[in-house]
């Protein structure tokens, strides 16, 4: 056998298959070869030398990650830590979990070493530190045993503190025996690297996913430098129409790539910023459509019916803050998950197909195989209509509900005034979850200078 080396560059000393690594029956897909390298390494315990296991896996619905073990034969200590295989990712991201039945304890949890958890009804926050590959079990039983232990010491040293947390492990008890729902769990990793599953079923609400821009802070503490751009007008203002170009950093590979930048004006709307990244080292591309002006009083639902080839040459705007809905399809993208998007609803379809596909049959010629038969099955139903929308095979209706009216539809009235007998628009009073998650609920824009602390 040839010689091995690790993904640090360590000689392996053993290799051998991952269903012998686990212990399993489980058989290794035809032409798989991927294998549990095991390398001599330090214990951080005693001093002495231990095993570790490092193992190269793809996660269904999300990507590649590397698995790591360490065990030691002399004091008993063993440490697991999950890291992600690709690179940083362009956007920060957000999931949010709600839990109504013991099932979801199983979904399973990707958290990197940089991202942060919070059971949000109890009130407990995990903060960054080791990478974890586990389930929301996992996570609230951790949370809760950790609490535990020293319980005893603080009965006697800080009674104050020992009765606060026996209630927050009360709590937590009660939410893994299933007495508790509902519950919330967040996952917020400003590396984008961390993940909770989603499944088909779950509808608008259930799981959530949003992508944000990392501030200038986030950047520092991940290593990364920001970027400004130039050529603005006198005032620092963008000039309309023109094509700005700045360099960035390529999420994908790292090396240095160019993002371009124009402001644009929709005809019966309003000016958007379009931007695009695109890597010559690697071939990353990226495009995304960010809206400006002042926020409405009131959120827009557009709802429009689609019905022959014309209607999906239709221009459609999907901004950050819009969740997308087709009920035929059973299709709900939640806001956040796509960014921006300037395209036709053609357009906009398409990328919803390939990125969820991309997603849950990536991975070669072995794309998929960690599903189900019949979760495959419902999965391969849902593309199959999904493509019959797409080619203009069946009727359907797009509903785009944007708490902040920073979405469009075109209209094919003939004069702009008058309603489109396929498509409708409503507004409506946002809601005080909604008015939280946007930022506006302790928003002051009037009189906030009352306030301020006098400078010394």
Known sequence: MSEL??????????????????????????????????????????????????????????????????????????????????????????????????????????????????????????????GQLTDVEGLLSTIVSDLEDGQETRKDQSPEVYTKLEAVIAKGKQMLAGKAFPFRVSLDDPSGNSFITPDMRDGVGKWEKREYLRTSEQNEALGLADTATEGLDEDGNIIPDQVYEFPAACPGCMHPCTTNMQMVDIPHFRQVIIMSTNCQDCGYKSNDVKTGGEIPEKGVKTTLKVK???????????????????????????????????????????????????????????????????????????????????????????????????????????????????????????????????????????GYEENAEPKE
């Open 5 to 130: 080396f690790n993904p640090i560059g360590e000689k392996v000393e053993k290799a051998v298959p991952i269903s012998d690594a686990n212990n399993t029956n489980e058989e290794v897909p035809e032409g798989d070869e991927r294998v549990v390298d095991e390398v001599e390494s330090l214990c951080m315990s005693c001093g002495e030398n231990g095993t570790t296991r490092i193992l190269l896996t793809s996660i269904p619905y999300f990507r590649e990650v590397i698995l790591m073990s360490f065990a030691c034969d002399k004091c008993g200590y063993h440490n697991n830590e999950v890291q992600s295989a690709g690179t940083m990712q362009l956007k920060g991201v957000h999931y949010e979990l709600r839990l109504t039945s013991m099932s979801d304890f199983d979904r399973q949890v990707v958290k990197s070493d940089t991202a942060t958890v919070k059971f949000i009804e109890l009130d407990v926050e995990v903060p960054a530190g080791r």
């Open 308 to 446: 022959t080839p014309i209607d999906m040459a239709r221009d459609i705007l999907k901004s950050e803050s819009c969740a997308l809905e087709v009920p035929e399809l059973d299709l709900s993208v939640n806001a956040g998950t796509l960014g921006g998007r300037f395209t036709t609803v053609e357009g906009l379809l398409t990328q919803v197909r390939n990125d969820l596909h991309s997603q849950i049959f990536q991975g070669g010629d072995h794309s998929g195989d960690s599903l189900r038969s019949e979760e495959r099955a419902r999965w391969d139903t849902f593309f199959k209509g999904l493509d019959e929308a797409i080619k203009s095979e069946r009727e359907f209706t797009v509903i785009l509900t944007d708490p902040l009216a920073q979405s469009y539809v075109q209209s094919l009235a003939d004069d702009p005034a008058k309603p489109d007998d396929q498509m409708t628009v409503e507004e409506y009073e946002r809601t005080p979850e909604e008015e939280e998650e946007l930022g506006l609920a302790d928003m002051k824009v009037e």
